[in-house]
């Protein structure tokens, strides 16, 4: 009887292992002056984040490629060492593995915050630099690793993006004064929930909103019904309704207010699921007016955003397909400022790296989306570009800041049969 | 007014819970296996609901007729295939074997249509009656009633027919019902495929209102456990009832207290009932609640 015990949990493990294709491939190694250079990069592959975090990996690989075709770095091909970790256990192991077994002297990631935030410690531990594409929470920045830089905008300021935007834009349209809005603050309670909405909410305050006049409503993304996150947000009457949710509880969240004729005239997500194609096919018109915070997408105003048609088409000539979302763009723009860090610094000296990092100074839409590069004592892009879109009935398009909005936002959202009968 | 929706929301709720959990309390009363791939075959028939839609055009809740006996014969298949060998083996065992069958249907719907989250079109998804102020969902409406529909039907023919009998007579003693000349292993095959049935008929049920990706059965297995345990496993009204009972708990404790906190109170149920009547609500009598032990 034990030997079919045994028998059978290895037949689970290997089905396992074998269907989550576990396990990193070959890997080149050696960072000295000859042969290529080596980049390691963390990102999930399989598992739940595998669909951005390949969408991630795909947009630094295209930069690598645009950079091996002009030549490469310092005069020599760069090859990534791509490394698979669906979780923060397997980010352990494999940024350990990456440095210690492979020897790589550099390295990036990685779109999921837990996955980074692993990463970026082990990297700090072998003093190994670590650059972070697309992971927002806060904290990965706040140990003080000195090794460590960020190169697009972190929880705080999609937080604070949101607030400003609600306040600049939206109330004086209400014509109602911050004093007197009622907002209503949704969350999902894991770390990115709650790290966004705090950061909007003393945003909130300093603008002159008044306590009792915020509502907060944490709730669990696994939930299968979240009417009483509706219901409760309906009772208060809101001016404004903030969301940060991933994509199965933004879609309930926007099908159960049409249901139950929650009707805020202004609704501003954060990323995650409000910025999401699978939301809008899943909801179809009742998302037109529905505003989200997040990375540069691609319907920004091309005339005076840098380089996104370009990316375009490099996308669609390598994947044969219209990019899946803004993260491979945004990973474009990282490569391209870490890319400048290291031409500047010469080499993987990770003091020559630092002090490059240290100078760089370079404005909004320098690089790729509107992208600039300026790190703060943290490491922090203080100069990474955030953009409110809006749902029409097709795409999500650019509203705020006015040098990536095409159009005006529509406020208050129009009613939800309004927008069925579209 | 407030209660009131609170309520119909809640009641709404309970009876997708019903849904979901009817199927799993047929095989867990009566083929005694605790099957850990609940939520994914959950989750494998709402991806058929969804490709039925999207390349025949099929209307959700007309392809009841498909998913229902697809799912049937899926059943049978799985039973006669994976747990039939193991039958007779500790507990353990037949955990492992579909806690692996679970884990590999995830990971292979995760292969073949990637983590991208789909949802079929159709033009009620967001129906709504309004009375009054109340507004009840037209697709959670229908759930509701087909949910009281299968607990009404499934009651009576475990009670009034032939077949039903032996199934409830293999539920309550095995070997009794084997010396009686009951074909045990067909009465399983049977009771399996019922089970997996009524999951099919769930997944048609739930596409119009929510969507699918490869690890949504998560989401509605463990609830199905936790209303199982409370209603009294293999017993269908008691399954209805647990649902509407998780469901108000649910909608009361999130509209009441916080939303963030609503799993815990029927968490706390679930331990609640564990301890003082682990048979659950509607006892099918003693020594049912050592399911597959």
Known sequence: MKKKIYFLISVILILSLALTGCGGGGADTGNDSEGPVVFGAIFPLTGPNALLGDESLRGAQIMVDELNANGGLWGREVVLNVADAPDATAAQTEAERLITKDGVKIMFGAYSSAIANVASDVCARYEVPYFEFGGIGTDIMRKGYPYVWRTCADAFGFGTGQAQYVT?????????????????????????????????????LEFGYKPENIKNIPYAATSVDLSSVILDAKSFNPDAFFTVSYVNDQILLARQAEELN?????WIGAGGGMSMTPTLEAVGNGMYGLTGIDFPQYEVDKEKINGVDEFVAKYEEKYGAFPRSGHSMTNYAGMQIMIDIL??????????????????????????GGWGAKFDETGQNVNAPLVVGM???????????????????????????????? | MYLMQVLISGLMLGGIY???????????????VINFAHGEFLMIAMYLVYWLNVLLGMDPYVSILITVPVFFVFGVFVQRILIQPIQESPATIKIFSTLGLGLVLSNLALMLWDADYRSVKVSYSTAVINISELSISVPRLIAFIFALLVAVFM????????????????????QAALLMGINVRKIYMIAFGIGSALVGLAASLLMPMY???????LLFGLIAFVVVVLGGLGNMYGAFLGGLIIGLVEAIAGAYIDPA?????????????????PSGLISMGRGSEEVGL
């Open chain 1, 391 to 422: 749902w029409t009935t097709e795409k999500l398009v650019a509203v705020w800041p006015e040098e990536f909005a095409i159009t005006e936002p529509v406020i208050p959202i129009p009613s939800w049969s309004d927008k069925r009968a579209m």
């Open chain 2, 211 to 217: 969507f699918v990706y490869p690890s949504i059965g």
């Open chain 1, 262 to 266: 929650f009707q805020p005239p202004v």
């Open chain 1, 343 to 368: 031409e500047e610094a010469g080499s993987m000296d990770k003091d020559e790296i630092k002090a490059a990092a240290t100078a760089m100074d370079k404005p909004f839409n320098t690089y790729i």
């Open chain 2, 18 to 32: 019903a849904m979901v959990s009817m199927g799993l309390t047929m095989i867990f009363g009566v083929v005694r």
């Open chain 2, 155 to 174: 009651y009576s023919f475990l009670t009034k027919t032939d077949l039903g009998k032996q199934i409830r007579a293999v539920s309550q003693n095995r």
């Open chain 2, 261 to 277: 906190l609503k799993e815990v109170f029927y968490f706390i149920i679930f331990i609640l009932i564990l301890l003082l009547k």
């Open chain 1, 168 to 204: 600049e834009i939206c109330l004086p349209a209400l014509g109602i004064e911050p004093a007197d809005a009622k907002v209503v603050l949704a969350y999902e309670d894991s770390l990115y929930g709650t790290s966004v909405s705090e950061a909007c909410q003393e945003a909130l």
